[in-house]
């Protein structure tokens, strides 16, 4: 069975500064990565995701992952934090062959100073 | 076009009691997965429907139990409700197939006391 796990559970930067949220996952085979974002008060919305191809993938407000295969991360950027971007982050994990079941990692909670 | 909607958003049980939490899928969408959020965790999986049966499920017990109905929506039922149930509960919706993005409900926040 797959595993996600997020290094950084609590993360306060101050506005303009670079963000990079760490993102690891235990699977030997072929997998699809999500990157979802939770504002408070709000559903699930999914930042980006990889399926293959360049492992350099942009999503939505200016985050980008990339998957780096060798060391089983993929792990979300930013490169100039704004105070809505204060949210909780999620990384998770698909497995090729489990249908659409996703296996998240447990969170981290970004708070951007203003 | 309606997202995923859930109902109801928030409600509470006593321990024993039996609660059924209900889930539209986004439009055009045929699978419906749930998962379980506690507090200050990720969401874990559950269970998913497709064409009205079970097809995957997660490490939950037997008082976990679902259905999908013909129109695609979902129920979640859960059974002899314990403390450690009180949880957010979402609903996921995509298209049958790997690599469909799949969408989230906003939830609905279940406290057992």
């Known amino acids: 069975a797959q595993s996600v796990s997020q290094h950084n559970h609590h993360v306060i930067l101050s506005e303009a500064a670079s963000l990079e949220l760490g993102c690891n996952y235990s699977?030997?085979?072929?997998?699809?990565l999500f990157w979802y974002v939770q504002y408070p008060g709000q559903h699930l919305q999914l930042l980006l995701k990889?399926?293959?191809?360049?492992?350099l993938v942009k999503g939505i407000k200016g985050f980008e992952a990339e998957f780096i295969k060798s060391k089983f991360s993929f792990n979300l950027r930013k490169p100039s934090v704004q105070w809505s971007d204060t949210a909780e982050y999620f990384c998770?994990?698909?497995?090729?062959?489990?249908?659409?079941?996703?296996?998240f990692g447990g969170g981290t909670r970004l708070m951007v100073k203003p | 076009d309606a997202g995923v909607t859930q109902s109801p958003t928030h409600l509470i049980k006593t321990r024993g009691q039996q609660v059924t939490l209900r889930c539209s899928p986004k439009?055009?969408?045929?699978?419906v997965s749930w998962y379980q959020q506690a507090l200050g965790q990720g969401p874990q999986f559950i269970f998913q429907?497709?064409?009205?049966?079970?097809?995957q499920r997660g490490n939950f017990p037997d008082r976990f139990s679902g259905h999908q109905f013909p129109n695609y929506s979902s129920e979640l039922n859960v059974n002899a409700l314990l403390l450690g149930d009180s949880a957010l509960y979402l609903c996921?919706?995509?298209?049958?197939?790997?690599?469909?993005?799949?969408?989230f409900g906003e939830g609905s926040w279940l406290t057992v006391v």
């Open positions: 996921a919706s995509s298209q049958t197939g790997t690599g469909n993005t799949i969408y």
């Open positions: 699977y030997g085979g072929t997998v699809n």
């Open positions: 990889y399926f293959s191809g360049d492992p």
């Open positions: 998770a994990v698909n497995a090729y062959n489990a249908g659409n079941m996703l296996t």
């Open positions: 439009s055009g969408h045929d699978t």
């Open positions: 429907y497709y064409e009205e049966e079970e097809r």
